[in-house]
T-cell receptor, first 111, second 115 residues
Framework: DAGVIQSPRHEVTEMGQEVTLRCKPI?????LFWYRQTMMRGLELLIY????????DSGMPEDRFSAKMPNASFSTLKIQPSEPRDSAVYFC?????????FGPGTRLTVT | GENVEQHPSTLSVQEGDSAVIKCTYS??????FPWYKQELGKGPQLIID?????GEKKDQRIAVTLNKTAKHFSLHITETQPEDSAVYFC??????????????FGKGTHLIIQP
């Protein structure tokens, strides 16, 4: 299996622009998680889905952040409009029996 | 919500010696405790996990212990090797049946193996 796939791996954008991060979970996994990693706050859970349905989005920092999972093999995390404080590494993880497997991450830089 | 504390933040050991990283958690409902290894520029990699019905689990040079009463768990790496150098994260969550909640992570321990 190819593992969790994320794209793009790096994204540089200007403040105010829309950013879309993409994730393909491991085939057959029924949970999908989005995390953010920064030096100041460490690894934080943003939102997670079970069978494509959002279960807990309490970690989403603001209304500027939104996430969707239109089918079992694809999810997006969108930031609109982006701000410099959104700069971080965003990870997607998927799970079947509780064990979460992480993708390589997307490094987002907002200038 | 859950709060996970991890110590130390940096640990330097001689190659071949053992390393121990400790974590405490606050939510008594947590029942799943994984450990992740993160190398520079990569995503966290699951290396071992333990559930609350077990006190200890071992996988080759890596072991994890759990004390539910005291709400703490530890990672033990024996016979350390240069490739063990990385940042290690502990985490906690609730897991029921086949499902799992999101993980709450500790702040990480930078493990340095001195040759």
């Amino acid at each position: 299996d190819a593992g969790v796939i994320q794209s793009p791996r790096h994204e540089v954008t200007e403040m105010g622009q829309e950013v879309t991060l993409r994730c393909k979970p491991i085939s057959g996994h029924d949970y999908l998680f989005w995390y953010r990693q920064t030096m100041m706050r460490g690894l934080e859970l943003l939102i997670y889905f079970n069978n494509n349905v959002p279960i807990d989005d309490s970690g989403m920092p603001e209304d500027r952040f939104s996430a969707k999972m239109p089918n079992a093999s694809f999810s997006t995390l969108k930031i609109q409009p982006s701000e410099p404080r959104d700069s971080a590494v965003y990870f997607c993880a998927s799970s079947l029996f509780g064990e979460q497997y992480f993708g390589p991450g997307t490094r987002l830089t907002v200038t | 919500g859950e709060n996970v504390e991890q110590h130390p933040s940096t640990l330097s050991v001689q190659e071949g010696d053992s390393a121990v990283i400790k974590c405490t958690y606050s939510d008594s409902a947590s029942n799943y405790f994984p450990w992740y290894k993160q190398e520079l520029g990569k995503g966290p990699q699951l290396i071992i996990d333990i559930r609350s019905n077990v006190g200890e689990k071992k996988d080759q040079r890596i072991a994890v212990t759990l004390n539910k009463t005291a709400k703490h768990f530890s990672l033990h790496i024996t016979e350390t090797q240069p490739e063990d150098s990385a940042v290690y994260f502990c985490a906690a969550s609730t897991s029921s049946g086949g499902g799992a909640d999101g993980l709450t992570f500790g702040k990480g321990t930078h493990l340095i193996i001195q040759p």
